[in-house]
């Protein structure tokens, strides 16, 4: 499982780089081009960091549920940080959530709480899959079955 996961983690990290390339051409069009320039960079780190995690995930100490928690709390963490973004360069939006990449750009009361509620909802799962891949990076004892 830990190398299909891998492979999985291989795969997002090229998908985001081929997104971030095309994202590139509509920057200049978005209706926050700041925003979608941040938007830009943070796929492209996203796609390394996730490429790293792919090479890195099969050396991992994890069971079978807590590889699946890890693996879906990452990918979640890191595609719902990037769809906050996104969310805010296309509506012109995120100045109360991402005020350092959104500069002025702040949209309605309902646009601004989606895009902090997708925002923030990417911090704890992060958390909770770097904390169970640092986890799974510890050294000797046997590998269980369900931990």
Do not use: C
């Not at 995930?57 to 990037?82: C, H, N, Q």
Request: aromatic fraction near 8%; avoid cysteine; glycine fraction near 10%.
């Amino acid at each position: 499982m830990l190398l299909r996961q891998g492979h999985r983690l291989l795969q997002i990290g090229v998908a985001l780089f081929l997104l971030t390339s095309f994202e590139g051409f509509v920057i200049p069009s978005l209706a926050a081009p700041r925003l979608g320039l941040s938007a830009h960079s943070l796929m492209a780190l996203l796609g390394v960091l996730l490429i790293a995690m792919g090479l890195l995930w099969p050396k991992l100490r994890l069971g079978v549920a807590t590889s699946r928690l890890a693996f879906w709390t990452l990918v979640y963490s890191s595609l719902a940080i990037v769809a906050a973004y996104m969310l805010g360069a296309i509506w012109g939006a995120g100045n109360s959530t991402m005020p350092l990449a959104a500069g002025t750009a702040h949209g309605s009361a309902s646009k601004e709480t989606i895009i902090k509620i997708v925002a923030y909802s990417s911090a704890p799962t992060g958390i909770v899959s770097f904390a169970l891949i640092l986890w799974g990076l510890r050294i000797g004892g046997a590998r269980s079955r369900d931990s």
